[in-house]
């Protein structure tokens, strides 16, 4: 049951990835990201910006590396903790420089690729091994 209930969440977190690249190429209406609001970074860099659209390469790695991994824990390949790992990571640097345009659910999913993350790279092995089975 954990393992689908992880595998459900993980893959949703995956798809919403796409809303970085909506945000920048179509706009606020289609992305919920306040697209008038500049990054953390020093600059007045927006997400719908030369910048922005660059970084939703960013985005679009980092939910297709969540995919992968998702796909791998379903059937059960061993590489599966390896693309993770890489996919919360960029999940990460995707989102941070961008924290002030986000949705709030979005913020949500960047502590719930920082739980993945420190899950993985310190491993509970009781955890993954529920999430395995």
Do not use: C, N, Q
Not at 56 to 64: E, K, S, T, V
Not at 124 to 129: A, E, F, H, K, S
Request: charged share 10%.
């Amino acid at each position: 049951m954990i393992r689908w209930v992880f595998l459900i969440a993980w893959t949703m977190h995956g798809l919403g990835h796409v809303a970085g690249v909506l945000a920048a190429f179509v706009g606020e209406k289609a992305s919920g990201f306040a697209v008038s609001r500049p990054w953390i970074l020093p600059g007045d860099v927006l997400v719908s910006g030369l910048v922005g659209k660059g970084w939703a390469l960013i985005w679009l790695a980092a939910g297709a590396l969540i995919m992968a991994s998702s796909y791998g824990l379903l059937t059960g390949a061993e590489w599966w903790r390896t693309v993770a790992l890489w996919g919360a990571v960029l999940s990460l640097v995707a989102i941070v420089p961008w924290a002030r345009t986000v949705p709030p659910g979005a913020l949500l999913g960047a502590v719930f690729a920082a739980g993945v993350a420190a899950a993985i790279a310190v491993p509970i092995d009781t955890v993954l091994g529920m999430l395995e089975r």
